[in-house]
T-cell receptor, first 117, second 115 residues
């Protein structure tokens, strides 16, 4: 079946502009995650959505970052007034959730490479 | 406190050698999950294995094997007879009840298999 898809695959923007990154999770997956991976670095957790529950925003680095998930499916990560330090690969992942609310393995999309000039 | 430690930043081996990637985790929970992911040069993370804390049986899948030892809080990954296609960054991750459904990823080990 179809995996996690993300768009665009690459985005170059000027400092100060807003950007929107899109994630389409695997159908039926109730959990959706956003991560940031800077060059040669590990994964930095940004935000987590689980069904209709309030998202876990504890990883968002500043109030310039926000995300929403419409209809429990597609998610959009928005970065306002982009800065050069926002340049990174933004990864989206989705997973099934166990009965007790525990997540199973995450399946990742190909990522969006954001470059802020 | 760091939840997952992958002390090996980079490893290089010659093709056909065996290699073990170390992962040490930290949690106070009795119920937790451990994971390994592979990130090849193409960039997309690939899920390799999930292990729950109640199952300490080692697992083998082809040339891959995993050694889970609760006594040392380790979940090491061994590739036998390495191949060039194994060259990638490998991440270990932990999910426990304290993190909700958040995953803690280690910083990754970059493996290069030299032909």
């Amino acid at each position: 079946g179809a995996g996690v898809s993300q768009s665009p695959s690459n985005k170059v923007t000027e400092k100060g502009k807003d950007v929107e990154l899109r994630c389409d999770p695997i159908s039926g997956h109730t959990a959706l995650y956003w991560y940031r991976q800077s060059l040669g670095q590990g994964l930095e957790f940004l935000i987590y959505f689980q069904g209709n529950s309030a998202p876990d925003k504890s990883g968002l680095p500043s109030d310039r970052f926000s995300a929403e998930r419409t209809g429990g499916s597609v998610s959009t990560l928005t970065i306002q007034r982009t800065q050069q330090e926002d340049s990174a690969v933004y990864l989206c992942a989705s997973s099934l959730t166990l009965v007790r609310g525990r997540a199973l393995e995450q399946y990742f999309g190909p990522g969006t490479r954001l470059t802020v000039t | 406190a760091q939840k997952v430690t992958q002390a090996q930043t980079e490893i290089s081996v010659v093709e056909k050698e065996d290699v073990t990637l170390d992962c040490v985790y930290e949690t106070r929970d009795t119920t937790y999950y451990l994971f390994w992911y592979k990130q090849p040069p193409s960039g997309e993370l690939v899920f390799l294995i999930r292990r729950n804390s109640f199952d300490e049986q080692n697992e083998i899948s082809g040339r891959y094997s995993w050694n889970f030892q609760k006594s040392t809080s380790s979940f090491n990954f061994t590739i036998t007879a390495s191949q060039v296609v194994d060259s990638a960054v490998y991440f270990c991750a932990l999910s426990d009840s304290n993190t909700g459904n958040q995953f803690y990823f280690g910083t990754g080990t970059s493996l290069t298999v030299i032909p």
